[in-house]
Nanobody, 121 residues
């Protein structure tokens, strides 16, 4: 079992920054993905990082603005979000996969409760 808790969400103006954190407990050797879901839209992939932290990936809309990293000693994965845009507004979720490294929602077995990010103009 893996328990995930996101934190760091909030409200910022366009161009601002937020740093989301995903704290994990339980079984800890896993791949982590960040996803987001805006009202009326499907949950979408944002970024991922593999078990060692050496492999990362991003969806095109956040490349160059978001950076994912992990500290396995602290069992945390961070998502640094810079140059935020109103279209980044959504509930952000971290998720854990004990096997595959994937951009698909269905590949992740464990999910956090989500944290709201609101970007205003």
């Amino acid at each position: 079992q893996v328990q995930l808790v996101e934190s760091g969400g909030g409200s910022v103006q366009a161009g601002g920054s937020l740093n989301l954190s995903c704290a994990a407990s339980g079984r800890t050797f896993y791949n982590i993905g960040w996803f987001r879901q805006a009202p009326g839209r499907e949950r979408e992939f944002i970024s991922l990082i593999d078990k060692t932290g050496d492999g990362t990936g991003y969806t095109d809309s956040v490349k160059g603005r978001f950076t994912i990293s992990r500290d396995n000693a602290k069992n945390t994965v961070n998502l640094q979000m810079n140059s935020l845009k109103p279209e980044d507004t959504a509930v952000y979720y971290c998720a854990a996969s004990t096997s595959t490294l994937s951009t698909k929602v269905s590949s992740y077995e464990y999910w956090g409760q989500g944290t709201q990010v609101t970007v205003s103009t």
